[in-house]
């Protein structure tokens, strides 16, 4: 397994099982994405579209349950490399958003604080906010309100970490700490 962090906001990720790239950069929200997982793609772009970051995601592998995982992996690493542990950023973010019978609420700090607390009915998409959360480095929140679709509670739950994540990352005059800049490194 290797990561490889092209550039701010670019990750490349290979394993014996996947090959993740992935590009994020704020922008207008537009999205190009190829997992062959359709409706993750379908997460994707609704999640460029409502953050306003512009994505692009190339992922092959041998299992869906992989490329599912590994392409949050790699978002996460991503957004972690773009916000700079909340350095400049306004950090909080929370939206509520409706989508018939789904109501969802996502709250993120992405401050360097890895943590997440929610409950998506899909094992496969509470594993993707989980992995993704753990490695933006980010505490995440994603509380369902009500829903009995769930294709809505998902597609909900990407549109509110969207709108989320633009506030969070929109730039701030100071560091939105009391510590001052949140970050380390290996040396």
């Not at 769930?150 to 700490?177: N, P, T, W």
Request: no cysteine; aromatic share 6%; hydrophobic share 45%.
């Amino acid at each position: 397994m290797s990561a490889r962090v092209a550039g701010a906001g670019d990750v490349v990720r290979k394993t014996r099982e996947t090959t993740v790239r992935v590009s994020v950069q704020r922008g207008t929200g537009t999205a190009t994405v190829e997992t062959s997982v359709p409706f993750l793609d379908h997460m994707l772009m609704t999640l460029a579209r409502y953050s306003g970051l512009d994505l692009r995601v190339e992922a092959h592998g041998d299992l869906r349950h992989h490329i599912i995982e590994d392409v949050a992996i790699v978002m996460g690493d991503a957004l972690r490399a773009l916000s700079g542990h909340g350095r400049g950023i306004a950090r909080y973010g929370d939206r509520t958003v409706p989508m018939d019978d789904a109501l969802v609420q996502v709250v993120i700090d992405v401050g360097g604080r890895s943590y997440y607390e929610g409950a998506l009915p899909s094992t496969m998409y509470e594993h993707w906010m989980r992995s993704f959360a753990t490695h933006a480095g980010a505490t995440l929140h994603v509380l369902v309100h009500r829903g009995r679709d769930r294709h809505h509670v998902i597609e909900a739950a990407f549109k509110a970490l969207g709108f989320a994540l633009a506030q969070a990352l929109r730039e701030a005059d100071d560091v939105m700490s009391t510590k001052g800049a949140v970050w380390s490194r290996v040396e």
